[in-house]
T-cell receptor, first 115, second 113 residues
Framework: NAGVTQTPKFQVLKTGQSMTLQCAQDMNHEYMSWYRQDPGMGLRLIHYSVGAGITDQGEVPNGYNVSRSTTEDFPLRLLSAAPSQTSVYFC??????????????FGPGTRLTVT | SQQGEEDPQALSIQEGENATMNCSYKTSINNLQWYRQNSGRGLVHLILIRSNEREKHSGRLRVTLDTSKKSSSLLITASRAADTASYFCATVHFKAAGNKLTFGGGTRVLVKP
């Protein structure tokens, strides 16, 4: 199993551009989530999904969009990039919600710079 | 806002020594999880401890949970250079929508050979 994969690994955008960060998992996990990590800080939840067709907002959803058309894929869209979105983005998946005592599996991250 | 706060923020020890880091949180939890992050990598799950558990072990790792003090500790015994990483606690709080994980800011551990 590849686990959780993310593409691209690195990306540089200009302010105002849009792009999609890809995330895929091959573990048949229902729960998927996107986090951002800023220097010296922990992870903050952007959006999450409890299954195909179901998404919800996390702590910092503004400027980001998600959809979940399949169990495997959970792309994150930046609608109009801003320098404040410069960060490292992590996708994670788990067999169930964290509240049901499931651990999360993380992808390797996408390092995004917005100039 | 961060519910889990790790202490210390950074820790430097010699190989073979034990490393202890603490996590405090503010509201009642379902469970608490510890993750490790090596530089430039994603997070790796270490241990999950449920709210009705007090201690768990996994290899050289020992986690305790004191719900009365709203705190947890992670002990790494006989540390190795490969244990150099950042360690994060993450909590799942009762009634949190979507049972979301909330991460603390992490403890950076440097194990010197």
């Amino acid at each position: 199993n590849a686990g959780v994969t993310q593409t691209p690994k690195f990306q540089v955008l200009k302010t105002g551009q849009s792009m999609t960060l890809q995330c895929a998992q091959d573990m048949n996990h229902e729960y998927m989530s996107w986090y951002r990590q800023d220097p010296g800080m922990g992870l903050r939840l952007i959006h999450y999904s409890v299954g195909a067709g179901i998404t919800d907002q996390g702590e910092v959803p503004n400027g980001y969009n998600v959809s979940r058309s399949t169990t495997e894929d959970f792309p994150l869209r930046l609608l109009s990039a801003a320098p404040s979105q410069t960060s490292v983005y992590f996708c994670a998946s788990s067999g169930g919600t964290p509240g049901m005592n499931y651990e999360q599996y993380f992808g390797p991250g996408t390092r995004l710079t917005v100039t | 806002s961060q519910q889990g706060e790790e202490d210390p923020q950074a820790l430097s020890i010699q190989e073979g020594e034990n490393a202890t880091m603490n996590c405090s949180y503010k509201t009642s939890i379902n469970n608490l999880q510890w993750y490790r992050q090596n530089s430039g990598r994603g997070l790796v799950h270490l241990i999950l401890i449920r709210s009705n558990e007090r201690e768990k072990h996994s290899g050289r790792l020992r986690v305790t949970l004191d719900t009365s003090k709203k705190s947890s500790s992670l002990l790494i015994t006989a540390s190795r250079a490969a244990d150099t990483a950042s360690y994060f606690c993450a909590t799942v709080h009762f009634k949190a929508a979507g049972n979301k994980l909330t991460f603390g800011g992490g403890t950076r551990v440097l194990v010197k050979p």
